[in-house]
């Protein structure tokens, strides 16, 4: 999988999704491209 990064900060600041992290909000970056790419992977366990 390419992952395409980022052509301005405006479109970086789009592709971060805030999730709660023991109840503190915390952003990460490109977090649904890095679900596919592990999806990709077939792992076979947790």
């Known amino acids: 999988m390419s992952i395409e990064k ?4 405006a479109d970086a600041l ?3 999704k805030m999730i709660p992290v023991n109840g503190i909000p915390t ?3 490109m977090l ?3 679900i596919a790419e592990v ?3 077939n792992l ?3």
Not at 6 to 9: G, R
């Open 6 to 9: 980022p052509c301005c900060p």
């Open 14 to 16: 789009r592709r971060v």
């Open 27 to 29: 952003g990460i970056t």
């Open 32 to 34: 649904d491209e890095i």
């Open 39 to 41: 999806k990709e992977m």
């Open 44 to 46: 076979s366990s947790e």
